[in-house]
């Protein structure tokens, strides 16, 4: 069964102070990890799409990266309206389900 | 562009009582559709998926079915509802033209069983 644990659980941090959030994975054969982001009360905004280790991704201050075993997102000077809840899914090959980990809660503060 | 609309936004249904959420996709044509559960400080949970119109696929057995009547609609039903079917609903859809399969999601609905 594909398993997703995402560290740390909740993050605060100052604005502009950099950081990275984790995303470890056990799938069988991966087809495309995904990182997604949530805002309270609302349904999660796709961000990017890994497909290969080694493979990187960037949009303004996020740039989400991927290995053999687990994918990071950094977030480069944070500003408050990074708040949110991070996602990360994998899917497997031959496979329509994502399996999504629990998430991780930036909270950013001016 | 692609839309996808849930309707209601919230709802407060008693113990027992029945169910419909309502999921529509506007600006594609033969989408995949998904509905997930969100509960309180855990991963999104796939419920049902379908690849088509009348195809549906259960990821969980459960207090709940889903149908769908039309390409772009899907509806997820209960009978009777529990009060552990309480939580976040979010229908996504995805393009089965593209290789990965990035989903949509749409706004959700907050159902509260008491």
């Known amino acids: 069964e594909d398993q997703v644990t995402q560290s740390p659980e909740a993050l605060r941090l100052q604005e502009g102070e950099s950081s990275s959030l984790n995303c470890s994975y056990t799938?069988?054969?991966?087809?495309?990890l995904f990182w997604y982001r949530q805002d309270p009360g609302k349904g999660p905004e796709f961000l990017f799409t890994?497909?290969?280790a080694g493979e990187e991704k960037e949009k303004e201050r996020l740039k989400a990266t991927l290995t053999k075993k687990e994918s990071f997102l950094h977030i480069t000077a944070p500003k408050p309206e990074d708040s949110a809840t991070y996602l990360c899914?994998?899917?497997?090959?031959?496979?329509?389900?994502?399996?999504f980990g629990a998430g991780t809660t930036v909270t950013v503060r001016a | 562009s692609q839309t996808i609309h849930q309707w209601p936004a919230t709802l407060v249904q008693p113990v027992g009582s029945p169910l419909s959420l309502e999921c529509t996709v506007e600006?594609?044509?033969?989408?995949?559709l998904y509905w997930y559960r969100q509960a309180a400080g855990r991963g999104l949970q796939l419920l049902f998926y379908?690849?088509?119109?009348?195809?549906i696929s259960s990821e969980v057995p459960q207090n709940l079915s889903a149908s769908r009547p039309q390409d772009r609609q899907f509806i997820l039903s209960s009978k009777k509802l529990l009060l552990s079917d309480s939580g976040f609903y979010l229908c996504?859809?995805?393009?089965?033209?593209?290789?990965?399969?990035?989903?949509?999601f749409g706004p959700g609905t907050r159902l509260t069983v008491l």
């Open positions: 890994l497909y290969s």
């Open positions: 600006g594609t044509s033969n989408p995949n």
């Open positions: 899914a994998v899917q497997a090959r031959g496979d329509y389900k994502l399996s």
């Open positions: 379908s690849v088509g119109i009348g195809q």
């Open positions: 799938v069988s054969g991966l087809r495309g």
């Open positions: 996504a859809w995805s393009d089965q033209g593209l290789p990965y399969n990035e989903q949509f």
